[in-house]
Every structure is written in structure tokens, then in C-alpha cells.
């Protein structure tokens, strides 16, 4: 079996350093980031299996790093670890998606007890059914299902449409040159006196970004197409 990684953001070197220790004699691989912006990043890597996350970070908080990796990562286990302890931190960070919360000062038998929890919990419904998820902001595709959603609305594409956005939300974030395009969804050698791609480009947008916000799909010009929330 692999050896499951877990990231732990969190800004007190010292209780992160003892945290990563523990947790790698325990058999896990362990990642340390001590602020919010860098953390949200790393723990979008799918090399991630567990996130740890502190609340009170420099740069963005980790309310803001739950709900953003939530978004874009819907099956990533994530428990807080916080010195925040009101009733109201709790379930403002459940809300945003955390699947646990344990406040400071914890032992740390029942932070391992907690990880392992989350992990099962994982299994248990990856062995049920295991479908592939997509998300960018309120626009969700589900690969397996071949569904697509802006919030909750229900979007109906075609399957080169589909195929396109598919390839696009696996690339958030990459522009992605109109060759590329052609050649991964339609088997093409790029002829650059062809406008398929930029018809397919303009069926997807009446479709999925005409009537809501925020836009997705961006033009770049003289380079290709980016699929990302700005």
C-alpha cells in the first residue's frame, strides 16, 4: 500500500515540526507549510491525501485556504487544528467544508485517532463508489456520471462539448494553445485556417459561463484558452 502524505499548515514551527514528526513514526509522509497562501497551494497537489490545517495564518486564513480547497479538491480529508475554540469557529470551518476540528492544546493520540478516522471514512465511501470529480469555483464536472453543474443547475452538453471541458477543467489554470486542443479532443493536426476550436470555445461559454458569475473560460490571445476562476 502507498504511504499516505499529509500536509500540515501551520505557523508555529515548533508544533508543526513535532506534529510532522509524530505523525511519519506512524508510518505517514509529511509535508510542512507555515502560511496560507503556499499551504493552499500545496494542498491542492494530488500528491495530498490529508490536509492539517491551522486558522490563525499569515497571508490567508485558514477559513479562506478550508473553503477554497474544498472547492477545488471535494474528497480531500481536512481537519483543523486550531486554538480557536468558540462554538462559532467550529462550525463556521465545518461549514466551509472541514471534516474535523480539534482544538489546541491537543493530545496527540487523539489527532493520530482522528487521522486514521478520516482515512477509513475515505475508504468506506471510495468502496461504495468511486466517481471522479471536478471543480472550479460553482462549476462542478463529474467525469464518471458525465455531469455538469454551474451551482445547482444542471448543464446539458454535447459530447464534444463535453470532451472539451473535460480536458479544460483537467488543465485549470494552464493556458492551453488551440493545437493542443484540437489534437487531445479531436485527434487533429492543428490547421490553423480551422475555427473548431474557437466554435466549441463559444458553445461551452453560452452554456456554462453566459448567465453566471464568475466567468471561467478566458481568451488568451495569440496563446490559447484558460479554464480558471479569476
Not at 479538491?73 to 472541514?98: C, F, H, T
Not at 463535453?162 to 493545437?179: Q, S, T
Request: aromatic share 6%; glycine share 6%; net charge negative.
Amino acid at each position: 500500500m502507498a504511504q499516505k502524505k499529509i500536509l500540515i499548515v501551520e505557523d508555529d514551527r515548533r508544533i508543526a515540526q513535532n506534529i510532522s514528526r509524530g505523525l511519519q513514526d506512524e508510518g505517514y509522509a509529511t509535508e510542512v507549510v507555515y502560511e496560507g497562501i503556499n499551504g493552499r497551494q500545496a494542498a491542492l497537489q494530488p500528491s495530498v491525501d490529508l490536509l492539517i490545517l491551522d486558522l490563525n495564518l499569515p497571508e490567508l486564513s485558514g477559513f479562506e485556504v478550508c473553503r477554497s480547497v474544498r472547492a477545488e479538491r471535494p474528497l480531500l480529508p481536512i481537519i483543523i487544528l486550531s486554538a480557536l475554540g468558540e462554538i462559532e469557529d467550529k462550525v463556521e470551518a465545518l461549514a466551509l467544508g472541514a471534516d474535523d476540528y480539534l482544538v489546541k492544546p491537543f493530545d496527540f493520540r487523539e489527532l493520530i485517532a482522528r487521522v486514521a478516522t478520516c482515512f477509513r471514512r475515505l475508504a468506506l465511501s471510495n468502496s461504495v463508489e468511486t466517481e471522479e470529480i471536478w471543480q472550479v469555483a460553482n462549476l462542478t464536472v463529474n467525469v464518471t456520471r458525465k455531469e455538469v453543474k454551474r451551482g445547482n443547475t444542471l448543464i446539458d452538453l454535447t459530447a464534444r462539448e463535453f470532451a472539451l471541458l473535460e480536458y479544460m477543467i483537467r488543465n485549470r489554470g494552464r493556458v492551453l494553445p488551440k493545437a493542443d486542443i484540437a489534437e487531445t479532443v479531436w485527434s487533429l493536426n492543428f490547421d490553423p485556417g480551422t475555427n473548431v476550436v474557437e466554435v466549441y470555445i463559444n458553445y461551452l461559454r453560452r452554456k456554462i459561463d453566459r448567465d453566471f458569475e464568475p466567468k471561467l473560460i478566458h481568451t488568451r490571445p495569440g496563446m490559447g484558452y484558460v479554464l480558471k476562476e479569476d
